[in-house]
C-alpha cells in the first residue's frame, strides 16, 4: 500500500496518496503468517498515512510499550524536519529563506540532498527534488488538479533544477542560486524514515522486522517461523489490487523495498490522462509507458530516490540506467496494452 506522504507536500513519487498503492504486504494480508507467540505487529497513523511493523520479540527485546513509544517520537521527529505541512518544520523555513546567502541545514537534511543530487546525475536531471512550484501549480499537492496554461509552466520553468542548489556537505549548509527555489523531500523521506525507524528497533534488540509507512518497506532476518518476509508488488492497472509478482527477500542482513508508479495519481482533463510525476525538463507530466518501479537497496533513501527517478525516465532510458548502475529493479510497463516486466541483472541475482 504504497501510500503518501501527504504530510510532506510531495511531488513526482512523492506523492504518494493513500490511492497511489503500489506494494502489498504479503504478509500481513495472508492468513496463518503470523506467529502469536513470538510475532508482534504494531500499527498506527503517521506521516499523513499509515504504518505497519512486525517483528519478532525475544529476551534481548525492550518491553512493547517502550518500542511503541520510540517508534512514535521516532516519526514525529523526522515530520518536524521534513513535513512541508508544517509551517515550522526545517524544511519550511529553508523555502521561506529567499536568499542567495547560505544557509545552515541538518546533518539529515544534508545527506538526503546528497543522495537525491547524486540521483539527479545519475537519471540526466529527471529526479529532482525542486519541483515543488510545478506539483503545486499542476494542483497535485492540494488535490485540486488542473491543466495550466503554457505560460504558466514557462514562468515557472527558470526557477526549477537541482543545478540550481548547492550543497556543502562538509559544512553542512546548502546556498541556492536562485533565491526562489524550494526544495521538496517527499520522494525520498519515506524511505528515509523507513530507514530510521528500522535503525532504531534493532538500537532496542529487535533484529527480524518488517517496517512498512506507506507502503514503503525494510525488512530484516526472518518471520518468526524461520520463514522469508515475502513482499507483493501490485499490477499497476488503476482498477486492479491483484498481485503483479512476489518477491522473497532472501537476504538476512536487510533489504528496502520501494515501489513508485504512475496509475494510481492522476486525472483526466478532455480525454487525457495526466500523471503526478513530471518531467523538470519540460514542467509536464511523463508521457512513457513505464507504469512502475521496484527497487530493492540496502539503504531505503537511495531505494525511494531510484524508484521515482527511473519511473520518470521511462522503460527504454531506465533499464539502461538501471543496469549502468547495477540497480536491482522491477519495472513493469505497457506494451501493445499488455503488461511487461524488466528486471535487471542485480534484481535477477537475488530472486
Known amino acids: 500500500m504504497n501510500f503518501a506522504y501527504s504530510r510532506l507536500n510531495i511531488s513526482e513519487k512523492t506523492m504518494k496518496t493513500a490511492c497511489l498503492s503500489t506494494i502489498i504486504l504479503i504478509c500481513l494480508m495472508l492468513s496463518g503468517c503470523q506467529d502469536n507467540r513470538s510475532e508482534t505487529e504494531v500499527e498506527g497513523a503517521a506521516q499523513g498515512t499509515t504504518?505497519?511493523?512486525?517483528?519478532?520479540?525475544?529476551?534481548?527485546?525492550?518491553?512493547?510499550?517502550?518500542?511503541?513509544?520510540?517508534?512514535?517520537?521516532?516519526?514525529?521527529?523526522?515530520d518536524a524536519q521534513l513535513s512541508n505541512?508544517?509551517?515550522?518544520?526545517?524544511?519550511?523555513?529553508?523555502?521561506?529563506?529567499?536568499?542567495?546567502?547560505?544557509?545552515?541545514?541538518?546533518r539529515e537534511i544534508t545527506d538526503l540532498l546528497l543522495i537525491a543530487n547524486a540521483v539527479y546525475q545519475y537519471s540526466e536531471g529527471c529526479y529532482d527534488l525542486t519541483v515543488k512550484p510545478l506539483f503545486d501549480l499542476w494542483g497535485f499537492s492540494s488535490h485540486d488538479t488542473r491543466?495550466?496554461?503554457?505560460?504558466?509552466?514557462?514562468?515557472?520553468?527558470?526557477?526549477?533544477?537541482?543545478?540550481?542548489?548547492?550543497?556543502?556537505?562538509?559544512?553542512?549548509?546548502?546556498?541556492?542560486?536562485?533565491?526562489?527555489?524550494?526544495?521538496?523531500?517527499?520522494?525520498?523521506?519515506?524511505?528515509?524514515?523507513?530507514?530510521?525507524?528500522?535503525?532504531r528497533l534493532e538500537a532496542l534488540g529487535i533484529q527480524n522486522y518488517l517496517v512498512e509507512i506507506g507502503g514503503e518497506m525494510m525488512v530484516k532476518g526472518r518471520k518468526a517461523n524461520g520463514d522469508n518476509w515475502r513482499i507483493g508488488v501490485e499490477t499497476p492497472v488503476p482498477v486492479s489490487r491483484s498481485v503483479q509478482r512476489v518477491i522473497d527477500i532472501r537476504e538476512e542482513a536487510g533489504s528496502a523495498v520501494m515501489t513508485a508508479g504512475t496509475y494510481r495519481n492522476f486525472f483526466e482533463d478532455k480525454g487525457i490522462t495526466y500523471s503526478h510525476i513530471l518531467n523538470p525538463k519540460t514542467g509536464r507530466p511523463v508521457s512513457h509507458h513505464l507504469r512502475s518501479v521496484t527497487v530493492m537497496h540496502d539503504d531505503p533513501a537511495w531505494a525511494d530516490a531510484w524508484d521515482t527517478a527511473l519511473l520518470c525516465v521511462g522503460e527504454k532510458a531506465a533499464e539502461r540506467i538501471a543496469e549502468e548502475k547495477d540497480v536491482k529493479a522491477l519495472l513493469i510497463y505497457d506494451e501493445d496494452k499488455k503488461l511487461k516486466e524488466y528486471m535487471t541483472k542485480a534484481f535477477l541475482a537475488v530472486q
Open 85 to 106: 505541512y508544517r509551517e515550522d518544520s526545517e524544511i519550511s523555513r529553508i523555502n521561506r529563506q529567499e536568499t542567495g546567502h547560505w544557509l545552515p541545514i541538518s
Open 51 to 78: 504504518y505497519h511493523i512486525k517483528m519478532v520479540l525475544d529476551d534481548k527485546s525492550s518491553p512493547l510499550e517502550e518500542i511503541r513509544r520510540q517508534i512514535s517520537t521516532t516519526l514525529a521527529e523526522i
Open 147 to 199: 491543466v495550466p496554461t503554457d505560460q504558466e509552466i514557462a514562468a515557472l520553468l527558470p526557477h526549477i533544477g537541482m543545478s540550481l542548489l548547492e550543497i556543502d556537505g562538509t559544512k553542512q549548509r546548502i546556498r541556492k542560486k536562485d533565491p526562489k527555489l524550494k526544495i521538496d523531500l517527499s520522494s525520498i523521506a519515506q524511505g528515509y524514515s523507513v530507514g530510521v525507524v528500522a535503525h
